[in-house]
Each structure stands twice: as C-alpha cells, then as structure tokens.
C-alpha cells in the first residue's frame, strides 16, 4: 500500500542535498570544535561557515546566531534568557498568547512560578491576536512579549511586526517562535522588530535534533544551559557539527526556493479542499481558521460528527498519515488548546484533522486522500 504523508507541520522528510551534507560532515572524521587540534579547526570551520550562510537566509549578523538541539530549546532558551536578565532591570511582565505552542505557554508558566507576571492574550474566532489587546498589556514593566510568526495548528499569521513595534517603544524584549514559518515567510532580521527567534531544521527538510535562536546584539540574555564556552557562552554544550552542517544546507535551499515552495504547497491545498468539497459537499466539513491571513501549506479541519481518532486511525489504515494538531499524551488525544482558544465549538474541536503539506506531495495524492476521505466519512457518517 502506497503512502501519503500529510504532516510536514510535525517533521518534514530530509532533502536529499541535505543528507549529502549531513553525511559529508558526519564522514569527515571526529572532531570537537572547541579541540585545538586540526580535527577540532575542521570542524569550527564547518560551524562558522554554517552560520555565515545562515546569517544571510536570515538577513542578520551571523555573531547573532545560537545553535540549539531545536525548537524547543530555543524557545526556552528565548524566553528564560530575556526574562531573567530584564528582572535584574525591574522588569517582571511576561505576555504571550494563548495559541503559542507549548514549548512557549510551558516555559510562560515556569516563569509564572518564579515571580513573573504572565499575561496570556485571547484570540479570535481566526485565531489572531489583537493588536489592541497586546498593546494594552505592553508597559514599562514588560520583560518578554511571545508571540509566534504562524500558528502550528491552523496556520494563522500574527501581526509580530505591529507588536514588535510595541514591545520596542517600551524596551521589551520581542521573541517570535518561526518554526513553522520559516520557509515560507521572507525574514529579513535586521528590518524586523524583533530580538529573538526561534528556528528549528526539521520543519524546513533538515535534520531533527538541531535548531537556533538569533538574539538580537544587545538584547539582555542569560544563558539556559552553563558547562562551557561554546556559542560565545550563550549555549553550552558540544556542537552537533554535522547537523548544523545540514541545517545551513536546508535553510540555503528553502530561502532560494521560497515562492516556488509556497506556490507548490499552495496548490495542493487548494486542490484537497476542492475535490473534498465535490465529494463530501461544503456543508460536510469546515476549514477552520478559513478567513485568516495563514501559511501556506497547513489546512485544519473538521468533519462534523466524526471524532479526530476515528478519522485519523481510519486514515492511517488507507496509508495517510495526518495529524489530530493536538497533543498526545499518554496515548490519548487531547482537545487542541488552539481550537478551544480560538472559541470554536466542542464538536468542532473534537473533529479536527490537521493536514500539512510538502515537499514530494502531488496533486494526484490530493485528489486521491479526498477520495479516501469522502469513503471513511460516508462509512463512518453511516
């Protein structure tokens, strides 16, 4: 049975210039590079010109850039670094968004519990934030404004400029979480309002298991982790050289390819919705987040009356593999914070599917996973 992969949001399959890459710096022999040695320059050398490439994706000085083990660690990193260093300058507000993922919402609340004040601004029925609302919230006293560039879930663009703006007039530190957007939004960090953001390689065909955190020259920071001098004493820790190798490969092609990438994912969107909409009929599902300004490869929807479980095990025995958008934990799935944020009724929270689209998909696979779709339904709805 062939397959169909629909959940390039959660992890993306590697490009193939980017295994070579992987591999040339894995089979250059061992090397540290914090060793003196001629193994240890080769592979600072490898870094350095990593980070010079991805510098200039990212338009910005590469001294700016933190290798990280990904997203995750970025966004912590972000946020515990800039919160800490702002107490020692009086400032105690955190603000974030209740649509953050939870590598942000978590790491707010862990704040929370030291002493922070946690401000978390509602959305609307698109799941955006309020320019207004976060304003109101931004003062004197704020140390880190959270928000993220494009949802994981739906899809849905923040106005981080806007904010960013905000945040700046009053000296609080901007982080944007652009896991999900790089790739397929233009960045160009030097014009942006924002001093730190978060990246992560596998959502753009990189390895797993490496990420980065620009932070903005002069931008209070306090390192997460401590054991060693690594990244300017920003991130102890020995470097992952052959995946940050890659990662600077990833990053190269998905700039260079960013409207053709967009265009391409796009397309396929677009043709999933229309051949589910000829088979199953517009009033049999909804598109949520449907009206809102979104990124291009994410379409989040819900099957009235039939659970995200039955859907998603039904189609992973026809060979497509989607997502719930939820967390799953402890093996079951758990309502989508995001859904529920955005304001969206029980039973549409409880049908959401989230199919995410990529690299190596087709139109024929549209066309064939609505066809699957339209069949699981009809049996499920009967």
């Not at 107490?87 to 974030?96: A, F, H, M």
């Not at 002493?115 to 304003?135: C, E, M």
Request: aromatic share 4%; with cysteine; proline share 4%.
């Amino acid at each position: 049975m062939s397959s169909i992969y629909y959940d390039h949001a959660a992890t993306t399959p590697m490009h193939e210039d980017v295994i070579r890459a992987y591999v040339e710096a894995a089979s250059a022999g061992p090397g540290n590079a914090s060793s003196l040695h001629a193994q240890g320059r080769a592979a600072r050398s490898r870094i350095t010109a990593a980070r010079d490439v991805l510098a200039r994706s990212l338009g910005c000085d590469a001294s700016e850039l933190v290798f990280t083990s990904g997203g995750t660690e970025s966004d912590n990193s972000a946020l515990f670094g800039a919160a800490w260093a702002q107490r020692d300058k009086g400032r105690t507000g955190i603000v974030t968004s209740a649509i953050e993922h939870h590598a942000v919402l978590h790491a707010c609340r862990q704040l929370e519990k030291q002493g922070f004040k946690l401000t978390v601004l509602p959305v609307d029925d698109q799941g955006r934030v309020s320019i207004a609302d976060a304003k109101a919230a931004i003062g004197d006293t704020t140390a880190v404004v959270s928000i993220m560039a494009g949802n994981n879930e739906t899809g849905t663009l923040q106005p981080i400029a806007e904010i960013g703006e905000w945040a700046r007039l009053h000296k609080a530190a901007m982080h944007v979480d652009a896991v999900q957007a790089f790739g397929y939004l233009p960045i160009k960090l030097s014009d942006m309002p924002i001093d730190l953001l978060s990246l992560s390689a596998h959502k753009i065909n990189g390895p797993q298991g490496v990420g980065l955190l620009y932070v903005r020259k002069g931008t209070p920071f306090q390192p997460l982790l401590h054991g060693g001098s690594q990244e300017r004493k920003r991130r102890a820790g020995t470097e992952n050289v052959a995946g940050i190798a890659a990662f600077a490969k990833a990053a190269e092609l998905a700039v260079m390819n960013r409207e053709q990438r967009a265009k391409h994912v796009e397309s396929i969107r677009a043709r999933f919705m229309t051949e589910l909409s000829r088979l199953i009929g517009p009033d049999a599902f909804v598109v949520n987040a449907g009206a809102a300004a979104r990124l291009p490869h994410i379409a989040n929807v819900s099957f009235i009356g039939i659970r995200s479980e039955n859907m998603l095990m039904n189609l992973d025995l026809a060979g497509v593999s989607a997502s719930g958008g939820s967390a799953c934990t402890s093996g079951s799935l758990q309502p989508s914070h995001v859904l529920q944020a955005m304001g969206l009724p029980p039973a549409i929270v409880a049908s959401a599917v989230r199919f995410s689209f990529g690299l190596g998909n087709t139109s024929e696979e549209a066309e064939k996973t609505a066809q699957i779709i339209a069949t699981i339904w009809a049996r499920l709805r009967n």
